[in-house]
Each structure stands twice: as structure tokens, then as C-alpha cells.
């Protein structure tokens, strides 16, 4: 009896390994198709714009991008989502997020802020889409981002409410802050300069939200076509020269170079 029960636990042990193998091969498979994580071997370090004590700034690739110098904001470790994530987290988003809206403002432009989290099988990794856009095109985006969230939600046939999100009551004082909670959030408006920060938050319960919601609305703010329509080739340098470009405008605003004085 005894042998039997030392040949069932051995079997359970096994099983289980079996199965802590596949999830980390899942997840590992997931991992590497994430190019904006620095965790994934897909990740480009020359991408690498500017490093935080706990968020990456990465610029996306053009054949990928709606316009010049579009980024993300990607946690260093992993998180489901920026509403869930710790304190220091977000309070560095939110310093990414001021040191941009300047460095574009100096130009005369704009710049929008969207997160999508969408429900998934398996490793979802947060990310941050920094768009930067003409200041008519901000000053614009509530009309039009409420026009096209509504649209989505009668489409769905739900009840989706449209959330609100401004700078006294935050995404994070808006939405549920609990894993596995899915949403949509776009921002403008964060900065030094005075203005009040403003957005939109709407609940996702459907697998069919499309990943492309925000690049899709502002393309059609800007009268551009769909990043999935232009099928561009990849550039010739990789982006190198775009990230000189960035960096040359950035260094002025990055307040990461001071983490190691």
C-alpha cells in the first residue's frame, strides 16, 4: 500500500511539473511577441529611448506607427495593467507623462496617452501608447473619442458606460483596481503648463474590442489611413535615425539622467 500511495504522489508531481512547464512555455512564447518589453528577446535595445527606476520609454517601429516619434511607456517588470500597478509605477508614468507633454508642447504639438487591456489567455504586459498629434487634434479628442467609444458600445450591444477621467479623479479613482478588471483609457492634457489633465475610461467585456481602437480613432481625427492599411516596409536603418532624432529632442526633458547623480 505504501509503495502504491509513493507511486501516486510521484505521478502528481509529475503532472504538475508537467503542467508549470507548458504555462512557463505559454508565457515564454507570449513574452517574445511582446518587441516593447525589455524581458522579450524580440526587444530591440536600441529602441530604448529613456530608462526609469520602474518604466522603459521605447519608440515604435515606423512600419507600425501612425506618425513620427510614437512611443510606449512599458512597465520593467511584469504588470496586467497601469491601473493595478504599485504606486511608484504609476507616479513615474505620470513623471514620463509631464516631461513629454513638454518636450512636444516646445514644438507646438500635442500628444495623446492610450492604454488597452484586453482579456487574454494568457501573459497580458501593460504598455502606454504616447501619440503625439497637432494641438487641434487634442483639443478635438473628446468630441471624437466619445463618438467613436459610444459607437463601439452600441455595436456590442452592452451598456458601457463612458467614464470620465480628469485630474482630480485619475484613472485609477475611476475604474476597479483589480487584476483581470479590462479596459480602454485615453488621456491628453498632463503637464506643467496649468492645463487640466482630461479622458475617457470604458469597461471592455468582449474579446472583439479592437487592439487598434486608438490608433484607428486618431487616424480618422487626422484624416490618415490605418497603421493596418499602409503595409510599409520596415526602414532600412531600423529606426536608428528616428531614435537620434527623439533623443536629440528628449534630452532636454529627461529627467533620468539624474537617477545615477
Not at 470620465?164 to 491628453?188: A, C, D, M, N
Not at 486618431?218 to 503595409?231: C, Y
Request: net charge negative; hydrophobic share 40%.
Amino acid at each position: 500500500v505504501l509503495g502504491g500511495m509513493v507511486v501516486l504522489e510521484a505521478a502528481r508531481y509529475e503532472r504538475e511539473k508537467s503542467r508549470q512547464m507548458a504555462r512557463v512555455g505559454r508565457e515564454m512564447a507570449i513574452t517574445d511577441q511582446c518587441w516593447w518589453w525589455m524581458e522579450s528577446g524580440a526587444f530591440r535595445k536600441h529602441r530604448l529611448l529613456s530608462l526609469g527606476d520602474h518604466i522603459s520609454l521605447v519608440l515604435s517601429p515606423s512600419h507600425l506607427s501612425l506618425v513620427k516619434w510614437q512611443c510606449m511607456l512599458v512597465p520593467v517588470k511584469h504588470n496586467e495593467s497601469y491601473a493595478t500597478s504599485e504606486d511608484e509605477i504609476w507616479d513615474e508614468r505620470i513623471r514620463f507623462q509631464t516631461a513629454l507633454r513638454s518636450m512636444f508642447r516646445k514644438d507646438g504639438m500635442g500628444v495623446l496617452f492610450c492604454e488597452t487591456v484586453l482579456p487574454s489567455k494568457g501573459l497580458w504586459q501593460a504598455r502606454l501608447e504616447v501619440i503625439p498629434v497637432p494641438l487641434s487634434v487634442e483639443q478635438d479628442a473628446a468630441i471624437y473619442f466619445k463618438s467613436a467609444l459610444t459607437e463601439q458600445a452600441e455595436e456590442w450591444g452592452t451598456h458601457n458606460k463612458l467614464l470620465p477621467t480628469s485630474k482630480t479623479k485619475g484613472l485609477r479613482q475611476t475604474i476597479p483596481t483589480k487584476r483581470g478588471f479590462h479596459y480602454f483609457h485615453v488621456e491628453w492634457g498632463v503637464g506643467d503648463d496649468g492645463g487640466d489633465n482630461a479622458g475617457f475610461a470604458q469597461m471592455i467585456e468582449t474579446e472583439s474590442f479592437p487592439k487598434n481602437f486608438a490608433l484607428d480613432t486618431i487616424a480618422g481625427i487626422m484624416d490618415l489611413d490605418p497603421v493596418r492599411m499602409k503595409r510599409r516596409q520596415k526602414a532600412s536603418d531600423d529606426d536608428r535615425s528616428v531614435v537620434l532624432d527623439f533623443v536629440a529632442k528628449w534630452t532636454e526633458f529627461d529627467w533620468t539622467l539624474t537617477l545615477d547623480e
